[in-house]
Nanobody, 116 residues
């Protein structure tokens, strides 16, 4: 079965960095676009970044452009989110997602808290 396991979250101060990881299993990772979403308290889950199966194309939410970088390692079935210059408004639970046919699969999420 499809499994996505995120890690790397934590508590950091504004301006600091974190690197999130998502390790996938149960499907042919190299064939699918992967995405990171986040959900802040009381808000909807929103797309942060996505990366095509080959890694050749990426998209970002305007709010994270220039600060976050998504990447993937198809040999390790992993997708990463490097987050630099973190801000308080980046505080959220971050989720890894893959869409296979017409179904979305999500990880359990990892909490990122940015606070001074």
């Amino acid at each position: 079965q499809v499994q996505l396991v995120e890690s790397g979250g934590g508590l950091v101060r504004p301006g600091e960095s974190l690197r999130l990881s998502c390790v996938a299993s149960g499907f042919v990772f190299s064939r699918y676009t992967m995405a990171w979403y986040r959900q802040a308290p009381g808000k909807d889950r929103v797309l942060v970044a996505s990366i095509l199966s080959t890694g050749s194309g990426t998209t970002y939410a305007d709010s994270v452009k220039g600060r976050f970088t998504i990447s993937r390692d198809n040999n390790k079935s992993a997708v990463y989110l490097q987050m630099n210059n973190l801000k308080a408004e980046d505080t959220a639970v971050y989720y890894c997602k893959v869409q296979i046919v017409d179904r979305n699969y999500w990880g359990q999420g990892t909490q990122v808290t940015v606070s001074s």
